[in-house]
């Protein structure tokens, strides 16, 4: 279908909307330990200035951690210990299969400005923001950018990707898994038509204890199909082809279907402590980031 | 309800039946339209199992309705039937009336002939598909319009081609030629030679004869192929309302032949009676109205057809026993006579009657006139006084002259164009051979012709035989006759004898190139040898002598043997003298159309396209010859009212209503059904698929 494959780029971020997400920052429900230190407080001890509690002090430890104060009013030796500042892992995973070339307005386009958003906020607040897309497996990868100067890299990245193949979550989410061992946020952008099913791939991601986000895009396309006649449809993704007569009682069953297909993503979301959201692409992105991801505690 | 061909209907269905269910059992051509995942369109569809290459067939609402379409579509094909109160016929024969009474116009607007012909075609129609038929159109005879044949679209063309005539209504030629074809087509089907499939049982035919039971010669027809109980009659029409001429003389009286008297005779065929004005016109003028009051038709007189009761004066009508006064009034038939009139030309006499009813063949009647006319008789006698007194008696003009001045008149004064200049010439005791064509009645001698002699007298002989029927011997005695001595004639064979000898003809008739002849062996009178006249038979003294002159002179005048009939009914030929040498005559029929046509030889003409009643006129004529008239006059015509009871051939055949059941097709309630099926398939289907 042409008419819903146009409109497929188009500027990512606009500036506006860049300084709304000036003031965001990503907000992890768990305290994850980084390699290097950030501007967040871990839950390990560390180096920051904020102080987390005392013990005993044992042969080996650093002597600038002592508190000399305590040592002189009761003469015993007591390490100071301060709460550690960490970075934190940000990844989004992009579905680039064929499916998300699709839809007016682009759903590929739409998973693309809510990764760019998502990575922004990531950036600016200096945290390590990882990009992935992934078809059949994971296809491209932008790992570990910091700051706000490699946005350029995050708006590359995602401008370059390319529709291919068919979505495997279950692929992805093994090879994520074994290349990501640390914890972080993850933030999964697809439509979750999975024909080999959504739930293998998202238990790889719950095993590492991800702090996972699923964000599904749909477009009204698919919501509200206007189709009509004798039809024989074909997966753009796996050409398999399904012939259809369209009838009031197959758009009704089609709908439901759907509705219930979703139903059932969420709900497996939910039992698992994943953050589920569901968009269809004619709802603004920047309501999605401004509003939805901040009332999901995503963002604050 | 029978179907007409189920054949048909079992091939209708078998084509097409199977390929709609193999069409629901094959996938569609469907368009294809890429979606972004087919994962929820198949869980969709997966309770429409559509996407098999073949489906388990379903029960559709769509596929019902559209076999019912195509069901009702082959049992329309199938040709069926309501109402076969009738067995289908195998071999059916069409005798169709076309005679006059067949063009009466009905109350509906149709006449009898066209609602025959419909009622044919519905027959034709009602036919299986194998089943035969021939059509026979009748009137005054008989025409086959189809001999027996498969093809009802060309029967059909055939029925719808027959012509009203008005002519008189015969059957026995009808049935004969309908029986010919019977045995004909019985013995091709024996033999296998016609087109019939072989093992084929002939089945005896059925013969539908479309009348309104008006036959003349209905006592006539004798059935020997067709069984009584296979002739169904159809009794046509239903009105009676008529009053017709069924005779009309017009002729100029005999003692002043300037004077023409008119008569026609009219009858009133309706059961109401009537008072009527019939209209006398001569040459086109109106010169006469008759007011004349008829009775009602009795119902007696609804008798069978082919009573053909002759057309009589009231007097001699069976219920005469009323007072006089009265049954002068009160008949249905009435003669109404034209006051004599003086009219010296020639040409067409019409009797109109001045009345609207069914028939209008029979309103109208024409007589053709000749111009008063004195017959010229030439008397050649040396003694004329005898036959000159007895001839004075009669309206003609007689001219005597001795038989030296006959044969020393001028040529052109003997001759008047091709012919005698005189009516009848009569020769006493002289015989000649200046004899130009014409009229001659010779007196104790002969004609000089080549096979005609006199030779010794004969005296004592009787007269034995004489033909008492002859024209010229009515009224007259003969056994009183008798005569001294008589010629010995010796005559050719073609000579009549009207009075016979014991050894030789007294009196004889010899026509021959376009004369006539009349010869008697005696002379009225001998001179004997003294020179001195003697009578030789007593007849002269008697009055039978006298009508006997005038026989002969009403006989060799009136041209009997080349003069023609002046009126014939329709369809009648009519032979007309034409004048020498004429190639190719034009005849003007009352429409006013022009037939042309060649005469045939010896100066004669036929023409036998008399179907429709009316003067019809003559060029180039011989005088006298001009016109000829067509006249309906008949009593089983003009009596419309339909019979309801046909006696052929010994047995009565009840004549049922036209409304008789016809098988009617019923393949348009089918062809209705089925659109009205078509109909509620599209309505399904458009809601189901328009969402």
Request: hydrophobic share 45%; with cysteine; charged share 25%.
């Amino acid at each position: 279908m042409v008419q819903t494959r146009t409109d497929r780029s188009g500027p990512l971020l606009s500036p506006d909307f860049l300084t709304k997400l000036d003031q965001l920052e990503l907000v992890s429900r768990k305290i994850f330990a980084g390699k290097l230190r950030g501007e967040r407080i871990s839950k390990r001890r560390g180096e920051s200035v904020e102080f987390a509690d005392y013990r005993n002090y044992v042969v080996g430890d650093d002597l600038r951690f002592l508190d000399w104060n305590i040592f002189a009013r009761l003469e015993k030796l007591f390490i100071k210990l301060f709460l550690q500042e960490e970075d934190l892992h940000v990844s989004v995973l992009l579905d680039v299969s064929k499916s998300m070339d699709w839809g007016q307005p682009h759903k590929g386009l739409y998973a693309r400005r809510v990764a760019a958003a998502i990575a922004y906020i990531g950036l600016v607040n200096f945290d390590r923001v990882s990009l992935y897309t992934y078809a059949n497996g994971l296809a491209g990868e932008l790992a570990g950018v910091r700051g706000r100067r490699l946005m350029f890299k995050v708006i590359e990245f995602l401008s370059g990707a390319e529709y291919s193949g068919t979505s495997n979550l279950a692929a992805t989410g093994k090879q994520f898994a074994l290349r990501h061992p640390q914890p972080g946020i993850v933030l999964v952008i697809s439509d979750f038509f999975e024909k080999g099913g959504y739930e293998e791939g998202l238990r790889y991601l719950l095993g590492r204890n991800y702090d996972l986000y699923v964000v599904q895009v749909l477009s009204p396309e698919e919501m509200e199909p206007s189709l009509v006649g004798d039809l024989k449809l074909t997966d753009v993704e796996d050409e398999d082809t399904a012939e259809v007569t369209v009838t009031r009682a197959l758009l009704n069953r089609y709908k439901i279907n759907l509705r219930a297909y979703c139903e059932r993503l969420k709900d497996y979301c939910t039992r698992r402590g994943v953050s589920y959201l569901f968009t269809g692409t004619e709802v603004p992105f920047d309501q999605i980031v401004l509003s939805y991801f901040r009332q999901r505690g995503l963002v604050k | 309800m029978t179907f007409l061909s189920p054949m048909t209907i079992a091939l209708a269905a078998g084509l097409t039946v199977p390929p709609l269910i193999a069409l629901y059992f094959l996938k569609l051509k469907r368009v294809v339209r890429p979606v972004p995942s087919t994962l929820l369109w198949r869980r969709a569809i997966e309770d429409l199992r559509v996407n098999a290459p073949f489906q388990r067939l379903r029960s559709s609402l769509l596929l019902w309705l559209q076999l019912a379409v195509l069901v009702l579509a082959a049992l329309a094909l199938g040709q069926p039937m309501l109402e076969t109160a009738q067995k289908l016929e195998d071999t059916v024969i069409l005798l169709i009336d076309q005679s006059a009474s067949m063009g009466v116009t009905e109350p509906d607007g149709q006449t009898r002939l066209e609602k025959a012909k419909e009622l044919a075609v519905r027959q034709i129609d009602g036919m299986s598909d194998g089943s035969r038929a021939m059509v026979i159109a009748f009137g005054d005879r008989a025409t086959v319009q189809a001999s027996f044949d498969t093809d009802k679209a060309a029967l059909k063309r055939k029925i719808a081609s027959i012509e009203q005539t008005q002519a008189p209504t015969r059957l026995g030629e009808a049935v004969s030629l309908a029986e010919a074809y019977t045995q004909i087509s019985l013995m091709g089907a024996e033999t296998g030679g016609d087109d019939r499939p072989p093992g084929a049982t002939a089945a005896p035919a059925t013969v539908f004869l479309f009348t309104d039971g008006r036959i003349e010669d209905v006592t006539r027809v004798s059935l020997q192929a067709f069984d009584a109980s296979r002739i169904r009659v159809t009794r046509l029409g239903e009105r009676s309302d008529n009053v017709g001429i069924v005779a009309m003389d017009a002729r100029r009286n005999p003692e002043r032949p300037e004077l023409l008297e008119v008569a026609a005779t009219i009858e009133n065929f309706s059961g109401q009676p009537r008072t009527i004005d019939a209209a006398l016109y001569v040459a086109g003028r109106n010169v006469d109205i008759q007011s004349v009051t008829l009775a009602a038709a009795p119902h007696s007189a609804e008798t069978s057809a082919g009573d053909r009761r002759p057309a009589v004066a009231a007097e001699e009508r069976p219920d005469s026993a009323e007072p006089l006064e009265s049954a002068a009034t009160a008949q249905p038939v009435a003669v109404a006579a034209f006051a004599p009139m003086e009219y010296e030309g020639g040409g067409v006499v019409e009797v109109m009657l001045r009345v609207d009813d069914a028939l209008s063949a029979d309103d109208r009647a024409w007589a053709i006139v000749d111009e008063p006319r004195h017959v010229r008789v030439l008397l050649v006698s040396k003694h004329p006084w005898l036959l000159r007194s007895a001839l004075s008696a009669m309206p003609l003009t007689l001219l005597t002259v001795t038989p030296e001045v006959y044969e020393s008149m001028p040529e052109d004064r003997l001759r008047e164009g091709e012919r005698s200049a005189y009516d009848l010439v009569m020769f006493d005791r002289h015989s000649t051979s200046r004899l130009p064509p014409g009229n001659y009645f010779f007196w104790g001698s002969v004609p000089r012709l080549a096979g005609v002699s006199a030779g010794d007298a004969i005296r004592s002989e009787v007269i034995v035989n004489w033909d008492e029927t002859h024209p010229i011997l009515r009224h007259t005695a003969v056994e009183t006759l008798s005569v001294f001595e008589w010629q010995r004639l010796r005559l050719p064979p073609e000579a009549t004898a009207i009075i016979e000898g014991e050894s030789s003809p007294v009196l004889a008739y010899l026509p021959g190139g376009g004369s006539q002849f009349l010869i008697s062996a005696f002379a009225l009178a001998v001179e004997d040898d003294e020179g001195r006249l003697r009578f030789n038979t007593d007849w002269t003294a008697n009055v039978d002598f006298v009508v006997f002159l005038y026989n002969t002179v009403q006989y060799l005048t009136s041209n009997v043997g080349t003069r023609s009939r002046r009126s014939v009914t329709p369809g009648e030929a009519v032979t007309l003298p034409v004048p020498p040498r004429t190639e190719a005559v034009t005849v003007t029929r009352p429409d006013g159309s022009e037939d042309r046509a060649a005469a045939a030889e010896a100066g004669l003409f036929h023409y036998a396209r008399t179907q429709r009643v009316g003067a019809y006129r003559v060029t180039p004529a011989v005088p006298g010859a001009e016109a000829f008239a067509v006249n309906l006059f008949n009593r089983t015509e003009s009596n419309i009212r339909p019979t309801d009871a046909v006696t052929l051939g010994g047995e009565r055949i009840e004549a049922k209503a036209e409304s008789l059941a016809l098988n009617r097709p019923a393949w348009r309630y089918f062809l209705l059904a089925g659109l009205g099926f078509l109909l509620l398939e599209w309505i399904v289907y458009n809601r189901r698929v328009f969402v």
